[in-house]
C-alpha cells in the first residue's frame, strides 16, 4: 500500500506541473493572470508533498490530518472546476479528483493504523 500511496503523491506533482506548463502556455502574456494560474500549481506541489511526508511517517497522526483535509479541499477544487467547466468528464477534471480521492483515503488509511491520541510513536 506505501508504493501505492507513493504514486499518487507522485501523478499529484506530476498534475501540477501539467497545469503549470497549461498556465504558461496560456497565460505567459498575462503576468496577473498567470500569477493566480500557478498558484494552483503551488498548491497541487503542497498537497502532493504533505501526502508524500505522510506516507514515509505512518504513525504521524497530525500530519495523516493535513493531509486528509489538503486531499479534500483539492478534490473539492478538482469538482469545481468540473461544475464550471460544464465537464466533469474532462481528463484534467478526473486525474485530479481520483488523485485526491486516493490520497484522501490513503490519509484515512494512515489515521486508522496510527498510534492513538496523545500517544508518542518511536523514531
Same mark, same amino acid.
Given at each position: 500500500?506505501?508504493?501505492?500511496?507513493?504514486?499518487?503523491?507522485?501523478?499529484?506533482?506530476?498534475? =501540477?506541473?501539467? @497545469?503549470?506548463?497549461?498556465?504558461?502556455?496560456?497565460?505567459? =502574456?498575462?503576468?496577473?493572470?498567470?500569477?493566480?494560474?500557478?498558484?494552483?500549481?503551488?498548491?497541487?506541489?503542497?498537497?502532493?508533498?504533505?501526502?508524500?511526508?505522510?506516507?514515509?511517517?505512518?504513525?504521524?497522526?497530525?500530519?495523516?490530518?493535513?493531509?486528509?483535509? =489538503?486531499?479534500?479541499?483539492?478534490?473539492?477544487?478538482?469538482?469545481?472546476?468540473?461544475?464550471?467547466?460544464? @465537464?466533469?468528464?474532462?481528463?484534467?477534471?478526473?486525474?485530479?479528483?481520483?488523485?485526491?480521492?486516493?490520497?484522501?483515503?490513503?490519509?484515512?488509511?494512515?489515521?486508522?493504523? =496510527?498510534?492513538?491520541?496523545?500517544? @508518542?510513536?518511536?523514531?
Amino acid at each position: 500500500m506505501k508504493s501505492l500511496d507513493r504514486l499518487f503523491g507522485w501523478l499529484l506533482v506530476v498534475n =501540477g506541473l501539467l @497545469h503549470a506548463l497549461g498556465a504558461w502556455n496560456a497565460n505567459h =502574456g498575462k503576468p496577473g493572470v498567470l500569477l493566480w494560474a500557478l498558484t494552483g500549481s503551488l498548491a497541487a506541489f503542497l498537497i502532493a508533498a504533505i501526502n508524500l511526508l505522510r506516507a514515509e511517517r505512518p504513525h504521524d497522526r497530525p500530519l495523516a490530518w493535513l493531509s486528509l483535509a =489538503g486531499s479534500i479541499a483539492w478534490l473539492t477544487v478538482a469538482l469545481s472546476v468540473g461544475k464550471l467547466a460544464g @465537464h466533469f468528464l474532462d481528463a484534467r477534471v478526473v486525474s485530479n479528483a481520483l488523485n485526491a480521492a486516493v490520497l484522501a483515503a490513503m490519509s484515512i488509511r494512515s489515521l486508522r493504523a =496510527g498510534s492513538p491520541a496523545g500517544a @508518542h510513536a518511536a523514531a
